[in-house]
T-cell receptor
Framework: ETGVTQTPRHLVMGMTNKKSLKCEQH?????MYWYKQSAKKPLELMFV???????ENNSVPSRFSPECPNSSHLFLHLHTLQPEDSALYLC??????????????FGSGTQLSVL | AQSVTQPDIHITVSEGASLELRCNYS??????LFWYVQSPGQGLQLLLK??????LVQGIKGFEAEFKRSQSSFNLRKPSVHWSDAAEYFC????????????FGKGTRLSVIA
């Protein structure tokens, strides 16, 4: 148990659906991240939030929309996804962003399948 | 740009045998290096990290890694593998760049056979 909880664990959706992924941490961390993990590819950083403000967006398509209402919660809203968006989506948190020596705590991920 | 290469996609070892997973990095300055492990259906867990000092670092679960600047490598080792070590292993480097926390390699999947 890392202290970072993601729901749902598995999600199957059609290309016209709208769904949301949820991440929650009660570690007192100020930074939260969304990563995408596809087969045979490195982990791709999607978004970084620091103190509830988005500080990095790595050229992610607009069909992915993050939301960070407070420092403990992070959402990823999904709409009109494509089959190639099927992947494991990992949430992570750390005490601060932009600081070396910060340990990342990962959730177990949401396995997303887009049909 | 910073990059991390894990040359082995999949490795199979016998239980009790020794293990070495390779990691090479491309980075101009002194890197900060990490190894993470991901068990099936789980997120990533930090095994160990190197920032400075002793080039041989000890981690959890009996793992160690050695930083070799001349070879730009940070290989992960374990003297005797247990069946529970079967997982995906990721090497990562801190790019010292803005708010990007880590750059990851593609991972090496470890299978353990009896």
């Amino acid at each position: 148990e890392t202290g970072v909880t993601q729901t749902p664990r598995h999600l199957v959706m059609g290309m016209t659906n709208k769904k949301s992924l949820k991440c929650e941490q009660h570690l007192g961390h100020n930074a939260m991240y969304w990563y995408k993990q596809s087969a045979k590819k490195p982990l791709e950083l999607m978004f970084v939030y620091s103190l509830e403000e988005r500080v990095e967006n790595n050229s992610v398509p607009s069909r992915f929309s993050p939301e960070c209402p407070n420092s403990s919660h992070l959402f990823l809203h999904l709409h009109t996804l494509q089959p190639e968006d099927s992947a494991l989506y990992l949430c992570a948190s750390s005490r601060y962003s932009g600081t070396v020596n910060e340990k990342l705590f990962f959730g177990s991920g949401t396995q997303l399948s887009v049909l | 740009a910073q990059s991390v290469t894990q040359p082995d996609i999949h490795i199979t070892v016998s239980e009790g045998a020794s293990l070495e997973l390779r990691c090479n990095y491309s980075y101009g300055a002194t890197p900060y290096l990490f190894w993470y492990v991901q068990s099936p259906g789980q997120g990533l867990q930090l095994l160990l990290k190197y920032f400075s000092g002793d080039t041989l670092v000890q981690g959890i679960k009996g793992f160690e890694a050695e930083f070799k600047r001349s070879q730009s490598s940070f290989n992960l080792r374990k003297p005797s593998v247990h069946w529970s070590d079967a997982a995906e292993y990721f090497c990562a480097v801190d790019p010292h760049s803005g708010n990007t926390p880590l750059v990851f390699g593609k991972g090496t999947r470890l299978s353990v056979i009896a």
